[in-house]
């Protein structure tokens, strides 16, 4: 649906955008009106949703000799590209650092940031860009050589730590020395390849990241087994996708595609039974959730099938997670936080209505 279209559907034909806004006690600025529904207007015309992602981390993005793509964030992204544009395929992933990251987004060169990025206010405040959901529960940790004989974090005064610089990472550690009265050498790094290299080489005794990040670094290392993780967790990291907040509608859509794959999980629609539910379950939130009752989609801008589609593409939430963070060929990660609400976890997607 055009952005014209859009405001068709909402309001009677002869009312003014303005008029129309005053009428339904709005208070959104003509600009911020102008916007509604552009940007998935521009990316229909484009043909693909760009997402930025990691440069390369293990479970979560990475790219191999031949140009492919895969793990979570680049499932979530495909979801994404089958929802709003019909097609998985339809995805462009483009690699930022933790410095480049918030920047790409605001300047318009990526519409979705899946990027192991933590939803904190200062970010939030930016007047760019919005946190549209959070897709993983993580926390900051440590990873030491095990022959170190480490066991805690209050262990490492005096250490040398790897660290990624304009990260939470690197505020979260010096709150921390400073708590506790750990003298640390922060070794700063742009990119996770060139801190696992450089923890790898030794030039660091610990590396400090959010704790999937270190299992997916630990998954590179030549002797994974030679290195541990330790328990303490230093902070939350609230993992979410992130979207320029030009577009309101827009940032609604990719939160509640999200929502469709953690909702998916609950009512167990599977990427193999999700045609089928969609014909024969008589349960209505999950009719109206694969489009078969109601029109969710429309009021979003998209269409009946986008939570349909989207499930497809690559399976609900544990789906994705299980192919990726799970045990092996996954990075091993237990869900944890990352469970259902049903299941003592964090995810609670609200009601499709
Ligand atoms: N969640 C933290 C840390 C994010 C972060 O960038 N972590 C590193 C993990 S090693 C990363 O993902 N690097 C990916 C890369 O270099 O592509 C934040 O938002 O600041």
Known sequence: ?????????????????AAAAFALGFTVSQSQMEDIGTQLHEIRERGHVRCGVDTGLAGFAREDEDGNWSGFEIDLCRAYGAALLGDPERVRFVPLTTEERLEALSAGEVDILLRNTTWTLSRDAEPHVSFAGIYYYDGQGFMVPRDLGVTSALELDGARLCVLRNTTTAANIADYA??????????????????????????????????????????????????VIL???????????????RDQKFADSVRWVLHALIAAEEYGVTAANAAGM?????????????????????????DAGFALRAIQAGGNYGEIFGRHLGPEPGLG?????????????????????
């Open 1 to 17: 649906m055009t952005p014209a279209g859009f405001f068709d559907f909402l309001m009677p034909r002869r009312l003014s955008r």
């Open 178 to 227: 400073a708590i506790h009265d750990l003298n640390l050498t922060l070794v700063e790094f742009g990119t996770v390849r060139s801190a696992t290299n450089a923890y790898g080489r030794g030039q660091c005794d610990a590396v400090t990241n959010d704790v999937s990040a270190l299992a997916g670094m630990r998954m590179t290392l030549s002797e994974p087994d030679a290195h």
């Open 231 to 245: 328990p303490d967790v230093i902070s939350k990291e609230p993992l979410s996708v992130v979207v320029a907040s």
């Open 278 to 302: 969609a014909e024969n379950s008589r349960a209505m939130e999950v009719r109206r959730l694969l489009g078969a009752e109601g029109a969710i989609g429309e009021r979003l801008g998209l």
């Open 333 to 353: 990660l237990q869900r944890g936080l990352n469970d259902q609400w049903t299941r003592g976890g964090l995810l609670y997607a609200p009601p499709f209505s």
